[in-house]
């Protein structure tokens, strides 16, 4: 009588496949999984914490930290919290350049995931052109905000500044050029039959369960949820721009790939017509409560200078309350849950992260598959440990 | 707003001696439940047909030390057919429980072990309930009010026992 014993393996959290810090205990059965068991917070800093202990301004560099491939994605969700929080209107110029440093990073961010999620499964060529455009984004950010991977370009009631000279050449060639790119990916991929085989029917989750388990973004489109909280909530003025939400059908791995491919198609699109119809105007709301006062004016004029100080030094302190305000980042629904008891410091600060939800749902999109299928299965979650664990 | 009154509405109906307190702060919708009846008005907003809140967006847990009962659980909850969010919150003591949702959400699983792991409030009927982001046998919630921002011991060494 042969006995049959279940084998437990312990993958990551040193890792390639794994993305960061995961660390996932699998139970097998031969080459079946019968059980997965992630675990996180290797990369916990206290982000929620420390954020109780900061001005609303001090946070924001904070955000970029969370999702780090999404820093402009994170920026603006914790500054429209805050907005709400204070109930001021942001200028139409500056929600349009959110808008399109948001769709940006998104293309960036997504550029990360194809690349790495190729070379999971075998493919390497993508990696090596998917970095090619991303740098070239990145160069922008840089030339924009001042940094590349964390450029905390967003303030509370608008950016910190304008376009510099020349930069909207460079962003309209970069969108004139990136459709022949994508050519270039799918080329590669999208009817490569190895791709098909590693990716079609792997890792489901049926649209019940994927919005049972709270799951957001283009995982939960893979699985035929037409839901997008750009559309559901409309902000800064998504609602101005044109998009549609590409879904897919089964909710494998195969319909999520083939999701961020389409939704990179529109984000190009939004940055062109953000950039088309860049409207002209300020850039910061007109609240001297919130807004510093311009340079110039505070090496000049005594008042000035006092709310330049008073800014920095005590804070803006937003009335009481509680507000949640979410954007569609580019692994989900990203939310911040902000209670303010009036003071200079919010009394909670809570990050609804994606990656956390979206990667809960992964034993249920893996278990009774095969173990080479748990790398595809990750890589088409994008999850992003910095967000997981805070 | 219409929708969300529906919610409301429909509760103060069904659970006229439950609803405690609703505000509405910027257009959003606040709920005060007592946490004996969380569970049944949870399940109830999943179930109805009316109003179907499927998805749980987010679960946490707020300190309002020195108050009593110091601790809110915050439930967000989002109907896909009435695209609105409602807001449930109900109060928990120290050293008090709440009942798990986790049979009406999955994804209440890990969020109730978060708030669990940050705050130390437990949950009945959970069916896993351990720290999440932290290591199992660490001492404290590091989201109470009374937990210094640098951590308790910052300035000794940590060194496990093997």
Redesign the interface.
């Known amino acids: 009588m042969a006995e049959t014993r279940l084998m437990t393996i312990n993958m990551g959290p040193q890792h390639p496949a794994t993305h960061g810090v995961l660390r996932l205990v699998l139970e097998l059965d031969g080459e079946i999984i019968v059980k997965a068991t992630p675990h996180i917070g290797h990369l916990h800093r206290g982000v929620e914490k420390l954020a109780e202990a900061r001005t609303y301004h001090q946070i924001i560099p904070l955000t970029d930290r969370l999702d780090y491939t999404n820093a402009m994605g994170n920026n603006l969700a914790y500054v429209l919290a805050v907005e709400k929080l204070l109930g001021i209107e942001v200028p139409k110029r500056a929600q349009y350049l959110r808008v399109m440093m948001a769709e940006l990073q998104r293309l960036a961010a997504h550029l990360i995931w194809l690349g790495t999620h190729a070379l999971d499964i075998g493919a390497m060529t993508l990696l090596f052109y998917n970095f090619r455009e991303r740098e070239e984004i990145l160069r922008i950010f840089e030339e924009v905000a001042g940094g590349r991977l964390t450029p905390t370009y967003l303030r509370i009631g608008g950016v910190a500044k304008d376009l510099p000279e020349g930069i909207e050449g460079k962003i309209r060639s970069f969108v004139n050029a990136f459709p022949d790119h994508m050519k270039e990916y799918e080329t590669l991929l999208t009817k490569n039959v190895i791709w098909l085989k590693r990716t079609k029917g792997v890792g489901i989750i049926s649209k019940e369960d994927a919005i049972n388990w709270g799951v957001t973004g283009p995982t939960l489109r893979g699985s035929g949820v037409k839901w997008d909280v750009r559309k559901a909530f409309p902000y800064s003025s998504y609602d101005e721009f044109e998009f549609d939400i590409p879904t897919g059908s089964t909710g494998d791995v195969y319909d999520r790939y083939y999701v961020r491919l389409r939704e990179m198609e529109w984000s190009n699109s939004i940055v062109r017509q953000a950039l088309d119809r860049l409207p002209k105007g300020p850039i910061m709301a007109d609240d001297p409560k919130v807004a510093l006062p311009p340079k110039e004016m505070v090496l000049t004029d005594i008042a000035s200078l006092i709310r330049h100080f008073k800014i920095v030094s005590e804070g803006i302190t937003p009335p009481r309350g509680e507000v949640y305000a979410s954007v569609e980042a580019s692994k989900g629904e990203l939310g911040f849950y902000i209670v303010s008891d009036g003071s200079n410091r919010p009394l909670r600060m809570r990050i609804r992260p994606p990656s956390f939800l979206n990667l809960s749902a992964l034993p249920k999109m893996i278990e009774g598959g095969l173990i080479a299928d748990v790398i595809s299965a990750i890589g088409s979650i994008d999850i992003v440990l910095g967000e997981i664990d805070r | 707003m219409v929708e969300v009154h529906l919610a409301v509405k429909k509760l103060q109906e069904k659970f006229p001696s439950s609803i405690l307190e609703v505000t509405s ?2 257009g ?1 919708v ?1 709920v005060v439940l007592p946490k004996k009846d969380l569970f049944e008005i949870c399940r109830f907003l999943y179930l109805d047909p009316d109003l179907q809140y ?5 679960l ?1 847990g ?3 030390f020195p108050q009593t009962p110091r601790f809110e659980v ?1 439930y ?1 909850l989002y109907s ?1 057919k009435l ?1 609105q ?1 409602l ?1 449930l919150k109900t109060k928990v003591g120290e050293g008090e429980s709440v009942v798990s949702v986790e049979s009406i ?3 209440a ?3 109730e072990r978060e708030v669990y792991d ?1 705050y130390g409030i437990s949950f009945e009927n959970h069916p896993d309930l351990r ?5 199992d046998g660490y001492e404290g919630h ?2 109470r009010k009374d ?1 210094p ?1 640098e951590g308790p011991d910052f300035d000794k060494p940590f060194v496990p026992e093997v």
């Open positions: 702060f910027r959003e606040n499927h998805m749980l967006t987010d946490c707020v300190d309002y915050v967000l896909f695209n969010r807001r959400w999955k994804a699983n890990w969020l940050l720290r999440i982001l932290l290591w590091p989201l937990f921002v």
